[in-house]
C-alpha cells in the first residue's frame, strides 16, 4: 500500500494539474470505487460538475483534493488506485474507474484502480481537514507535528515499538516499509517495547522515520510494481535505496550481517540481527 511519500509524490503532481480547474463532465465506470457516496454513482457524477479545484492537500497515506467552495474530493489510494493525466482523446488504461474532464478542454483526471480496494468520495466542509479522516495524527512533514509530544505518548503506550509507528492516530504516514527502514537507521527492534524507550530514543526512531520518507520523496517514493506511479506513470527509485526491507539474505549495508526476515502480525518485517538485536522481553 503507499505510504505518505508515495502519496506526496501523486499530490505534488496533481497540484499543477487541476488546481483552478472546473469540472465540466465525470463518469463513473465502475461503482465500488465510489462506493462511499450514499447517492449512488450517478449522483456522485452530477454533485462534482461545475465545481473548481483548489491545492490538493494530503495527511499521511490520504489525499484530498478541495473544491473552491469549501468541500473535498477524498482520494484513499488502497493497494492499487492511481491518478493518471491523460488527453480526452487517449484511450483508457486497463481498470480505469472514473474519468473526469473539464471546462478548459485539458487532459482529463482518471482514477485507475486494479484491485479496487481504494476510493473517492466527496466530503461536505472537508477543504482544510475531511472531518472522515480528523482522528489521523498529524504525520512528521506537518507544521504541527511534535516529535516530543509524539515520543511521549509512544512511551506511555505498552506495545511494541513497530506496532506504535504504524498506528496512524499516534503518527501518520508510517507504513511497513519506512517502518522498517526507519527501526533499521534507529538500530532499534520492531518488538523493543515503547515503555523501556527513553526519550532520546522516541525521538531517535520518529527522527528516523522522517528521515527516510523524506530521501523517498526525493525519488519519487517506493516502487516494487506498476501499481506505484506517478500521476505520468513514473515509477519511483528508492526501492534501490532500501537498507532493510525486502533484503532477506543480503548483507547489512552497514555491518554485513545477512539481513533476516520474520513475520510480524500478518506481513514480514526485515532487520539486521546484529545491529537490531532482539530485547529480552518482545512484546508483539
Known amino acids: 500500500m503507499p505510504e505518505l511519500p508515495e502519496v506526496e509524490v501523486v499530490r505534488a503532481g496533481l497540484e499543477p494539474a487541476v488546481r483552478d480547474r472546473t469540472v465540466a463532465a465525470v463518469q463513473v465506470l465502475h461503482p465500488r470505487p465510489v462506493r462511499r457516496h450514499l447517492g449512488g454513482p450517478a449522483d456522485f457524477a452530477t454533485t462534482l460538475v461545475g465545481r473548481t479545484f483548489d491545492v490538493p492537500r494530503r495527511r499521511g497515506k490520504y489525499l484530498w483534493l478541495p473544491f473552491t467552495d469549501g468541500d473535498a474530493l477524498l482520494a484513499h489510494l488502497g493497494m492499487s488506485g492511481q491518478f493518471r493525466l491523460d488527453a480526452a482523446d487517449r484511450p483508457l488504461l486497463r481498470n480505469t474507474r472514473v474519468v473526469v474532464s473539464f471546462t478548459d478542454g485539458g487532459p482529463d483526471l482518471r482514477f485507475v484502480d486494479q484491485r479496487m480496494f481504494g476510493g473517492l468520495s466527496l466530503s461536505p466542509g472537508g477543504a482544510v481537514l475531511p472531518p472522515e479522516i480528523s482522528h489521523i495524527a498529524p504525520d512528521p512533514f506537518e507544521p504541527q507535528f511534535d516529535a516530543d509530544a509524539v515520543g511521549r505518548r509512544m512511551r506511555r503506550r505498552r506495545t511494541g515499538l513497530k506496532r506504535a ?21 534507529a538500530r532499534m527492534h520492531w518488538a523493543r517495547a515503547t515503555d523501556t524507550l527513553t526519550a532520546a530514543q522516541a525521538r531517535t526512531v520518529l527522527t ?40 532477506a539474505d543480503r548483507p547489512c549495508p552497514r555491518c554485513g550481517t545477512p539481513i533476516v526476515r520474520e513475520v510480524f502480525t500478518n506481513r514480514s518485517s526485515f532487520r539486521c540481527p546484529r545491529c537490531q538485536r532482539r530485547p529480552r522481553a518482545p512484546r508483539w
Open 165 to 185: 509507528l504504524l498506528d496512524q492516530t499516534l503518527v501518520a504516514g508510517i507504513g511497513n516499509i519506512y517502518a522498517d527502514e526507519a527501526l533499521w537507521a
Open 208 to 247: 528516523a522515520a522522517r528521515d527516510v520518507m523524506a530521501e523517498a520523496l526525493a525519488q519519487g517514493g517506493t516502487s516494487f510494481d506498476a501499481l506505484y506511479v506517478d500521476v505520468n506513470g513514473s515509477s519511483g527509485y528508492f526501492a534501490r535505496s532500501l537498507n532493510a526491507y525486502g533484503r
